[in-house]
């Protein structure tokens, strides 16, 4: 599995701003994104669903002015998993995964 560091190419196109962007526009969709931080030669898992233009963390505190990257440490987002709003406990409302960094920047892959 290739994993997409946070470098100048993440930096560049500002990957969870923009994917905020497209959330905000598509109401009925949440977007959980997985991966890691980088942290003293280790990895920590790290969790961010961006629903309705927000994004949250499950594992980590996260920058929630929109001025700011949300995540300031050395990450890296290894899948990118689209679920129907309203989450259930069901897999009903999985509609489709990537690991492609740049595949849900297209806002017709959110449909």
Not at 67 to 85: D, G, P, Q
């Amino acid at each position: 599995m290739e994993e997409t560091l946070a470098s100048r190419t993440m930096a560049e196109i500002d990957l969870i701003n923009n994917l905020e962007k497209i959330s905000s526009e598509i109401h009925n969709r949440i977007l959980k994104l997985e991966g890691f931080i980088l942290k003293e030669n280790h990895k920590e898992q790290l969790e961010i669903i961006i629903f309705r233009g927000y994004s949250s963390s499950t594992t980590h505190p996260i920058e929630i002015d929109s001025e700011k990257k949300v995540i300031t440490l050395s990450y890296s987002i290894t899948n990118f998993k689209l679920y129907k709003a309203r989450l259930t406990e069901t897999e009903e409302n999985f509609i489709r995964e990537n690991q492609n960094s740049v595949f849900f920047l297209n806002q017709k892959n959110w449909i």
